[in-house]
Nanobody
Framework: VQLQAFGGGSVQAGGSLRLSCAAS????????VGWFRQAPGKEREFVAA????????HYADSVKGRFTISRAIARITVYLQMNSLKPEDTAVYYC????????????????WGQGTQVTVSS
């Protein structure tokens, strides 16, 4: 199984970015995809997650109302639309997949993408 995360970049505060996470290698029936981020010197933290049907989404309090997670219907591709970005959103963003329900704990995910850098300048 491979996860590919892409779409990061550098923006000014208030700007937007959309991250994508694509899974390949096998099919899944029950799964959740989560986005996590890790800033230098900090632990990896939960950002948002979505379940296999797209009907359940979770967000960290710090991104509620600014970020939106969604998924493509035909394949395992998950998007994270990030609006009103703040300098504190600067981090490497990782997507993870677990063959179960949504979790906010990064160590409960089975597969990971390579990470994509998001830098927000003030």
């Amino acid at each position: 199984v491979q996860l590919q995360a892409f779409g990061g970049g550098s923006v000014q505060a208030g700007g937007s970015l959309r991250l994508s996470c694509a899974a390949s290698g096998r099919t899944f029936s029950t799964y959740a995809v989560g986005w996590f981020r890790q800033a230098p010197g900090k632990e990896r933290e939960f950002v948002a997650a979505i379940n296999w049907s797209g009907g359940v989404t979770h967000y960290a309090d710090s991104v509620k109302g600014r970020f939106t997670i969604s998924r493509a219907i035909a394949r395992i591709t998950v998007y994270l639309q990030m609006n009103s970005l703040k300098p504190e959103d600067t981090a490497v963003y990782y997507c993870g997949l677990r063959e179960s329900f949504i979790s906010h704990l990064w160590n409960e995910y089975d597969y990971w993408g390579q990470g994509t850098q998001v830098t927000v300048s003030s």
